[in-house]
Nanobody, 125 residues
Framework: LQLEESGGGFIQAGGSLRLSCVAT????????IAWFRQVPGRDREALAC???????DIADSVKGRFTISRHNARDTVYLDMSNVKPEDTATYYC????????????????????WGQGTQVTVSA
């Protein structure tokens, strides 16, 4: 499974941004997909996960500001970020956890395929 992230950029605090995660080599509908972010020197942080079914899970750290959704016909999962803060500055990654959404918060989460290049989000104060 090959996933590609896009949609990052520079944004002012308080703004909104939509990140996209596209499957480039196979249909996405059989996989749970999760979003993560990482800042250099810090552990990767799990943000949100969307199940194969309609369920979603949002990490407490971003609950109320971030939402996750999927559009299977487009083989795409979105991360909608609102009221962004400077501390949201990071490289954002998507991946398909082998343990599905039950496992996406695992520190060393095992994923299908490999991690992509990510998309950089920079939030200015």
């Amino acid at each position: 499974l090959q996933l590609e992230e896009s949609g990052g950029g520079f944004i002012q605090a308080g703004g909104s941004l939509r990140l996209s995660c596209v499957a480039t080599d196979s249909p996405l509908d059989a996989y749970a997909i999760a979003w993560f972010r990482q800042v250099p020197g810090r552990d990767r942080e799990a943000l949100a996960c969307v199940s194969v079914g309609p369920g979603t899970d949002i990490a407490d750290s971003v609950k109320g500001r971030f939402t996750i959704s999927r559009h299977n016909a487009r083989d795409t999962v979105y991360l909608d970020m609102s009221n962004v803060k400077p501390e949201d500055t990071a490289t954002y990654y998507c991946a398909a956890p082998r343990g599905y959404c039950a496992a996406y918060k695992t520190k060393w989460v095992d994923v299908f395929g490999s991690w992509g290049q990510g998309t950089q989000v920079t939030v200015s104060a």
